[in-house]
């Protein structure tokens, strides 16, 4: 069983629907951060946590740190939001393992 | 190798001092990614490889950082007169071409005294 889990591993959608995107550890940890993706381009780190919640435009991030799950929501969606989301979580131990989700392909059609 | 493989692990320097890491991609992978992770911060896109050029540098911090890639495949990373800003985790990732899935290392760990 993998240390991080995402689902769904793909998502199609309308323009303007509400997108949930999940991610499940079994690890300690001391941060989760989710990563975007875009065709062609690198990683951008879109949020970064430990604890409740963050909200950056129509993108909502989520942890709960007694369940080992994040939940990455995005509201409005668009065209543009299409891309790779990640996940990744940053461990407890002093190595501070960087353990990555497989990703999530959320294609969103106009 | 199955998987991207950097060295060193990790890696102690002195401040001023240069420093070399290396990124070993998938065989057959003809994109390559540096990012780096400093303490408390989020992943940051350094340099990115198609082949043995780099289309987009715009990551690379300052002038101290340079990157290579020789053969389509090894890639090193190289920092000159460390700072102790410098200190951050290196990460290099492949993909089967850009835009593909990226594979990460496990990456390298620098510390700047």
């Known amino acids: 069983k993998n240390e991080v889990e995402q689902s769904p591993q793909n998502l199609t959608a309308q323009e303007g629907e509400f997108i949930t995107i999940n991610c499940s550890y079994s690890?300690?940890?001391?941060?989760l951060h989710w990563l975007q993706q875009h065709p062609g381009g690198g990683i951008v780190s879109l949020f970064m946590?430990?604890?409740g919640k963050k909200k950056h435009g129509r993108l909502i991030a989520t942890i709960n740190i007694q369940e080992k799950h994040s939940s990455l929501h995005i509201t409005a969606s668009h065209p543009r939001d299409s891309a790779v989301y990640i996940c990744?979580?940053?461990?407890?131990?002093?190595?501070?393992?960087?353990?990555f989700g497989k990703g999530t392909r959320l294609h969103i059609l106009p | 190798g199955a998987g991207v493989s950097q060295s060193p692990s990790n890696k102690v320097t002195e401040k001023g001092k240069d420093v070399e890491l290396r990124c070993d991609p998938i065989s057959g992978h003809t994109a390559l990614y540096w990012y780096r992770q400093s303490l408390g911060q989020g992943l940051e896109f350094l340099i990115y490889?198609?082949?043995?050029?780099?289309?987009?540098k715009s990551g690379l911090p300052s002038d101290r950082f340079s990157a290579e890639r020789t053969g389509g495949s090894v890639s090193t990373l190289t920092i000159q007169r460390t700072q102790q800003e410098d200190s951050a985790v290196y990460l290099c990732?492949?993909?089967?071409?850009?835009?593909?899935?990226?594979?990460f290392g496990a990456g390298t760990r620098l510390s700047v005294l």
């Open positions: 946590l430990s604890s």
């Open positions: 990732a492949s993909s089967f071409s850009p835009g593909g899935i990226q594979y």
């Open positions: 690890v300690g940890i001391s941060a």
């Open positions: 490889f198609q082949g043995n050029s780099a289309p987009d």
């Open positions: 990744a979580v940053i461990g407890g131990n002093r190595d501070d393992k960087i353990i």
